[in-house]
């Protein structure tokens, strides 16, 4: 498997840049967080003069004098000032270090400081803000930031990148992101990008803090590969993000790509499949979205083979981490009957990721990923990503597979790859289930959806239409004899056989050969005794009952479903007008079926 490169270049350039990865639950103001308390301590031990303009309740423990600024007038500072007014109180090039924790978002000011701002006025961030703070460091003094995002001082004034933190909240939407930045002993100082790749521990230094609830180490003892990427490009963010997702791709991966409308960018140099999502409770048009497979968020688990994949690429929006939608999981659970979309999917996809090695690589504002009580995965890596016009940072996280399958929080409700072939099959057959017995011929045909390998094209497998051939035998020629195959080693390949048996494997392997029944959301009860109100009470009953109960599933499928069907109306309206007494099909349908149409009653 690919790993990150280590830039020799980089590390030359910026020497004492560190990149450092802790987990962190803490719920309150930042410095209640003992770790990131003791993180921004580490690097204070030698200023004599701190700076903390947004000083909240916490106290900082550290050798150097501390001003403290907050506007709340109850709150325990130095000075009850807006701080963008502190030159008025100190001389220019003061402070050795300033340490700058504001609201981190316009909703995060108004919400949880209630401060009176517009969204437009939200300048926590600003330049002129941050040339203010220039103005009172000394040269060679140091300020500490947490947000979003890294980028702290703008890049004409030379700042330096020396530290940087990532606070993964574990499970929380988005992570903390800490930053220290050196400004320049010299002015005009010109920036430079910053690449930085190294192999951390996470909470390394953690044993160092005094207390008995502070967690150690983690990720089973494993290092993690962090990179920092800061560019100095105004370019394509998706240019920016590629290369942190394509770090980890191997060239004959197999890869399983998930967005929601459009991807940020494509990986089609990779045997890629492209998948996206939609519901009863999203407003998006199924047939406007374009991907090899547009399927339920719930369902992706039964559309594929397990185990198929060797990378899952998360390539999902922030919406995806905030909203919430009804579930066939979230139903069962005596929780909520929502779920988080990203939650839905990460349940959805872990039994097609290949055990032993196969990775999920999500982009987003958290690095929480499997990793946790319902997956057994290992963090390989986390990139963060600063590109200029942002005003987030992107983290890319890999979670490794290290097991078989199964996982244990999955949906799929039916067999596992159930071998879908005619006993009459070709020689050299693989199937998924005896992978262990026979390796699939190197140039055989695949079928992500049930895994199977086939040494034929699929269609020798079924029945022919036209010319009558059974599965497993050659086609035959308008003259009556066999086609001999074409292929090398006696292979039946897609010119060998009819256009008929073509389209009927096609069919066969269009997401239903693996066997694997989807799930459903359950449909309102008012919806369905409005139908099951407008019909007649005995329609499923009587002489023809089954054929009736046919007819009545493909009109409400029809009528009431959409691609692709998200709740189960059509099980729930047939299970409340009963399914009638069990008997043989009739092979006729009579005469006074028509003569009232159920699309009269729809």
């Not at 703070?133 to 140091?142: E, Q, T």
């Not at 703008?154 to 606070?167: D, K």
């Not at 190294?198 to 008995?212: D, F, K, L, M, T």
Request: proline share 6%; glycine share 6%.
């Amino acid at each position: 498997m690919s790993t990150i490169a280590h830039t020799t270049a980089t590390e030359e350039s910026h020497p004492n840049t560190l990149l450092s990865y802790w987990s962190d639950t803490t719920e309150g103001s930042t410095f209640q967080s003992e770790k990131l308390r003791w993180w921004t301590e580490s690097h204070l031990q030698d200023a004599e003069h701190i700076l903390n303009p947004c000083a909240g309740v916490a106290r900082l423990d550290v050798p150097g004098d501390v001003l403290r600024l907050d506007i709340n007038e109850d709150a325990d500072a130095d000075l009850h000032i807006d701080f963008r007014t502190i030159e008025d109180h100190v001389e220019p090039e003061t402070y050795d270090a300033i340490v700058y924790d504001p609201p981190y978002t316009w909703g995060q000011a108004v919400k949880k400081y209630d401060l009176d701002l517009a969204r437009d006025e939200f300048y926590f961030y600003d330049d002129e803000v941050m040339e203010m703070f220039n103005r009172i460091l000394k040269p060679g003094g140091i300020i500490i930031q947490f947000g979003y995002s890294t980028s702290v001082m703008p890049l004409s004034l030379g700042y330096e990148t020396e530290a940087v933190a990532l606070f993964n909240k574990l499970g929380a939407q988005n992570d903390y992101l800490a930053t220290v930045a050196r400004k320049p002993t010299t002015p005009g100082q010109s920036p430079s990008a910053t690449t930085v790749s190294q192999s951390v521990v996470p909470n390394a230094g953690a044993e160092n803090i005094r207390g008995s609830n502070i967690s150690k180490g983690g990720n089973g003892g494993e290092n993690i590969q962090m990179e920092y990427r800061h560019s100095l490009s105004n370019g394509s963010l998706n240019k920016a993000l590629k290369p942190s997702i394509t770090s980890w791709l191997d060239d004959d991966d197999r890869v399983l790509h998930i967005y929601q409308d459009t991807p940020r960018f494509s990986l089609d140099e990779y045997t890629c499949t492209t998948c996206t999502y939609t519901s009863a409770d999203f407003d998006t048009d199924a047939d406007s979205l374009s991907a090899d497979v547009v399927v339920a968020p719930w369902n992706i688990d039964s559309t594929f083979a397990t185990g198929e994949f060797d990378a899952v690429v998360l390539d999902i929006p922030y919406e995806a981490f905030q909203r919430n939608i009804r579930s066939p999981q979230a139903e069962a659970s005596s929780k909520s009957g929502v779920t988080h979309i990203d939650t839905i999917l990460k349940r959805s996809i872990t039994n097609l990721v290949k055990g032993n090695g196969g990775r999920v690589i999500q982009i987003g504002q958290t690095a929480t990923l499997m990793s946790g009580a319902d997956y057994d995965y290992t963090r390989r890596g986390v990139t963060i990503t600063n590109h200029a016009p942002e005003p987030h940072d992107w983290i890319i996280a890999v979670d490794e597979k290290p097991h078989e399958n199964l996982e244990v929080a999955t949906l799929g409700d039916g067999e596992v790859d159930g071998l879908y072939q005619d006993p009459h099959g070709a020689p050299n057959i693989t199937d998924k289930q005896n992978r262990t017995n026979f390796e699939p011929h190197p140039n055989s045909s695949h079928c992500e959806h049930c895994g199977n390998s086939y040494f034929h094209h699929p269609a020798a497998y079924v029945d022919c239409p036209d010319c009558g051939a059974i599965a497993g035998n050659l086609c035959l020629s308008e003259s009556g004899q066999p086609i001999n195959p074409s292929g090398a080693d006696h292979r039946i390949t897609e010119s060998d056989v009819c256009p008929g048996r073509l389209t009927e494997a096609e069919a066969l392997h269009d997401g239903s050969c693996n066997r694997k029944d989807p799930s459903y959301v359950a449909a309102d009860d008012e919806l369905v005794s409005e139908i099951t109100d407008h019909l007649p009470s005995d329609i499923l009953s009587g002489e023809y009952a089954y054929i009736r109960r046919k007819h009545l599933e493909q009109v409400l499928e029809d009528k009431l479903t959409a691609e692709p069907r998200s709740t189960d109306i059509v099980e729930r309206v047939i299970e409340k007008l009963g399914t009638g007494p069990a008997s043989t099909p009739e092979t006729n349908t009579p005469a006074d079926t028509t003569a009232c149409t159920l699309d009269e009653y729809l």
